[in-house]
């Protein structure tokens, strides 16, 4: 590979990099408010678990799981990405 197409990967990299940074912090936080919601949910009484809202609450900590389980498919796949073009940069 030339210097110039290695100097693109590179810079694609960096970007990249800055990118799953800032992604992995949106991952932490989207963790945060699903363990809030869960922890307020636990602390509902049986009765109100079993009313609108404690459903509506299980389903909310049920989507923000399967928001987070994404977060980290997207997570990995960056990272995956990043060091394809880093074994790209390097031949």
């Given at each position: 590979m030339n210097r110039a197409r290695r100097k693109v990967i590179a810079a694609v990299v960096s970007a990249l990099e800055t990118i799953a940074a800032g992604f992995r912090e949106?991952?932490?936080r989207i963790?945060?408010?699903k363990d809030e919601e869960r922890a307020a949910f636990d602390s509902m009484s049986e009765g109100h678990r079993e009313s609108i809202r404690g459903h509506a609450a299980e389903a909310a900590v049920e989507a923000l799981d399967e928001a987070h389980s994404a977060a980290e498919a997207v997570s990995t796949n960056l990272n995956s990405t990043?060091?394809?073009?880093d074994t790209a940069r390097k031949q």
């Open positions: 949106l991952k932490d963790e945060a408010v990043i060091n394809y073009l």
